[in-house]
Each structure stands twice: as C-alpha cells, then as structure tokens.
C-alpha cells in the first residue's frame, strides 16, 4: 500500500468518526444519527468502546456495474469499508451478477442481501406511496429534493410511509438531476401523438402516459436497448445525454425531447434490512449515513458536469434535440392534476407522502421564482468570452 493511499485512509476514518463525534452526520441526513453526550462528557467519562465485531454485508444493485451508478455503489461501499476500519464492509453485486435488476428488493426482502440500490419506483408493486420517493411529475428539482430529504424531514417520512412497512430502512444514494423527456423514431407533436405508443416510462409519469392511451412498459437499464433495437418498444426515457450516450440508444433512436416533465429530478435509494440496520453500532450507522450523503451529492455533481459535453456529442451524431410543444406538456400538466392525486389516494400512506410533497413544493415554488427560475432568465443577459 502506497503511503498516499495509507494517508487516505486515515482521512476518511478520521472524517467519519469527526462526523460522528459533531453530529454531522445526523445533520446531513436527518436520521437522528450518533450523538456525544454533553453530561458525561463534562463528568469526564469516557465514551463506551465500540464493538470490533466485523460485519460483512451483501449489497445488491438494480443497475449495471459499467457507468456512473455502478461506480457510484463501488465508491460508497469502499467509503464505508475504510471509515470503518473494516468493520462493516460491503460486497457489491450489480445488475445480473446476484440477481436480476428489478429483484432487487426481493433479494433483500428474502435475506439474501442487506442492502439494495436502484430507484424507488421500481418497486411500486411493494408499496403505493414509494414512487413519491422517487420524483413527481412537475415536482422538485433535484436541490430541492435534497432540501426535503435532509432539512424537511423527507427521510424520515419515507422510512414511515414506505420503507419501514416492508421492513427497510431509507437513505437517499444518488440523483440524476432533471432527466430528459425521451427518444423516439418519430415526431411528438401533440397528446394524440402519445396514444397507442409502446413507451418505456417508469413511476408516476408512467402512470399518467397509460391515461393517455399510451402503452407504458417497465423494463431495466440492461434491456432498454435491445428492446429499442427490436421494436419490442416504439421509445424509451433513460436519464440524461450522458448516461443515454453511453448506453447507445442515440444509435437506434433519431428524435431527443425535452424537458423531462416526469422527473425533474429523481432520487435513488439505497435500502437496507431494517434488522441489520438496527443491529449496527451507532457509530456504524453514522458512517454509512455519512457515506451515503456524499455519494448522492457526488452522483448529483457527476451527472451535471458531463451531460453538457455529452449533449454536444449526440447532436454532433446527428441526434435531433427537439422541445415538447406547449400544448402537448399542458395537457400533460393538466392529467397530471387528476391522475397524480388518485394515485395518492389509495392508502393512508401515500395520501401522506403526497401531501407532504405538494406543501413542501408550493414553497418552492415561490422561493424559485423569485431566486433560480428568475436567474436562469437573467443569466442570458451577459455574453462573457475568454479573455
């Protein structure tokens, strides 16, 4: 081991346990994590010692191992082993390699894995109120979530509407930041152009398309591709230029709308065994939440920086970016107004996730208005070039 390496280390160890110490990383992620007690510390007793029972864990992956989200788990399962000292350590297992992507959960919920990562729509069938996790068309923004999820009380929210019921427990792993609408082989120009389509679209944009009269079909990352290539699916929403350049489906598909009015941000959950969860120190439990933050800011942060360079490269492909019409993403708007509330309205539960949300994203509203929304209009004034 090199002495740089060694020195890395050691910073991360003493990051986390400095997190621990001050609190940070309950801060960070809202979860009431590890705390110093004031009293003992002025009566000069020591802390309790924590246990150096190694813990090893398995953790599962909805996505593939190649591209940023695999990278993504990897980083923050190799954060967590060398905070810790190697107590608690993670193996990783993507897409295909354990189980099938949309097992997932299942391969948590069973036993075989303590730890699950993807999106939480992916797992609508186990919960009515998880896709409110995820993003809500026309909702936040992926700053805004983060304002929810950790200052809002967001996590512990989803952990009581969603997670916790099925025995999980929650903590954001990522955010793709505003995705883009999706490819196509042939023109959008109106809500009638929606009607009869084969469209991959998960979570809550997916359900308002099937009121259209669109065919909404799931399928993983891992067959968007193929199914694109064979006609299996007459189009396809991905992520954003980055993650769909290196997916090829710009190969396969000439037409790329905008904006992604279904998920103007979306958060990926990592989740965990609520009874392995528990049975971690709480110093344990503050490292991986502390991991877990930086890994959603880092993916975040990632997503924003490349999708500039790689959209240039798809219209250097010969990609045609085009814009959703005013009328086609208002009438979408509008069915969202009806469809979305039903949808919250199947279970105590969700009724609470969307209530939550939608107060939350009307103060939103009127802060971005008068802060981003606004900038974003003015910051076209000024034409700087490189001195």
């Known amino acids: 081991m090199t002495d740089q390496k060694v020195e890395r280390r050691d910073f991360l160890r003493k990051a986390a346990v400095g997190a621990v110490a001050l609190g940070g990383a309950a801060a960070l992620s809202g979860c009431g994590g590890a705390s110093t007690s004031s009293d003992a510390s002025n009566a000069g007793v020591a802390a309790p010692a924590v246990s150096k029972k190694k813990i090893q864990w398995t953790a599962v992956s909805a996505f593939g191992k190649a591209g940023l989200l695999g990278r993504a788990l990897d980083r923050f399962a190799g954060f967590v ?11 990783t297992y993507h897409a295909g390699e354990l189980v099938k992507g949309l097992e997932a959960m299942d391969a948590v919920l069973s036993g075989t894995a303590q730890m699950g990562f993807g999106a939480p729509y992916y797992w609508a069938g186990k919960s009515d109120s998880i896709s409110f996790v995820a993003a809500m068309p026309f909702g936040l923004t992926a700053q805004e979530q983060n304002a929810w999820a950790y200052n809002a009380g967001g996590i512990e929210l989803a952990d009581k509407h969603a997670y916790n019921p099925l025995g999980l427990k929650f903590l954001p792993l990522g955010n793709t930041g505003n995705q883009m609408g999706g490819w196509y082989n042939k023109e959008i120009n109106s809500a009638a152009d929606l009607k009869g389509l084969k469209f991959r679209m998960p979570g809550l944009g997916g359900e308002i398309l099937k009121t259209m009269g669109t065919n ?4 993983p990352g891992s067959e968007v591709l193929v199914a694109l290539t ?10 954003g230029p980055a993650a769909d350049l290196g997916k090829g489906l ?3 598909a000439k037409y790329y709308y905008y904006p992604g009015w279904h998920e103007p941000g979306t958060i990926l959950d990592a989740f965990f065994d609520k009874k392995a969860w528990d049975a971690l120190t709480p110093e344990l439990r503050s ?4 991991a877990a933050a930086t890994t959603n800011l880092q993916v975040l942060s990632e997503f924003q920086a490349i999708n500039n360079v790689a959209i240039g490269k798809l219209i250097g492909e010969g990609v045609q970016v085009k814009k959703y019409n005013d009328d086609l993403v208002n009438a979408v708007a509008k069915r969202a107004e009806t469809v979305i509330p039903s949808l919250a309205s199947k279970s105590a539960n969700s009724k ?15 802060w971005g208005g008068y802060s981003e929304a606004a900038f974003m209009n003015a910051r076209t004034s000024a034409n700087f070039k490189k001195v």
């Open 81 to 91: 082993g060398q905070a810790s000292g190697g107590q608690l350590t993670i193996k």
């Open 216 to 219: 909404v079909i799931l399928l």
């Open 230 to 239: 064979s006609g299996a699916i007459d189009g396809t929403e991905w992520i």
């Open 250 to 252: 710009h190969k396969v």
């Open 287 to 290: 490292i991986v939440e502390y």
């Open 352 to 366: 609470a996730m969307f209530n939550n949300l939608i107060e939350f994203r009307a103060g939103m509203v009127q």
